[in-house]
């Protein structure tokens, strides 16, 4: 009953920027904390940045300064503008989200991911 759907991946020069969306459809009632999460290869899925419902953000240390989460609560998108990336950037960056929709007769919570866009920094 819902969908993450992420876009704007793709190759990007060292120095250079990618601006991440995920929309999120379906019976949705609220959203509330919604991030994005990147996995290299060989490594463990970790969070680069997360956005609560109210805005408050937090970002991984190895991204501040340089990547900035958004929201558009009116649009149900996350937003990650990713600037002066590097070639450690490069991964599958995942969107998550935190949902309350409803089934048709209730309404019910659950965390959903997107299924994922690649992220390469590469000269």
């Known amino acids: 009953q819902v969908q993450l759907v992420e876009s704007g991946g793709g190759l990007v020069q060292p120095g250079g920027s990618l601006r991440l969306s995920c929309a999120a459809s379906g019976s949705i009632f609220t959203i509330y904390g919604m991030g994005w999460y990147r996995q290299a290869p060989g490594k463990q899925r970790e969070l680069v940045a997360a956005?609560?419902?109210?805005?408050?953000?937090n970002y991984a240390d190895s991204v501040k300064g340089r990547f900035t989460i958004s929201r558009d609560n009116a649009k149900n998108t996350v937003y990650l503008q990713a600037n002066s990336l590097k070639p450690e950037d490069t991964a599958v960056y995942y969107c998550?989200?935190?949902?309350?929709?409803?089934?048709?007769?209730?309404?019910?919570?659950?965390?959903?991911w997107g299924q994922g866009t690649q992220v390469t920094v590469s000269s």
């Open positions: 956005i609560s419902k109210g805005g408050s953000t």
């Open positions: 998550n989200a935190d949902i309350t929709y409803y089934t048709g007769s209730t309404y019910s919570r659950d965390n959903y």
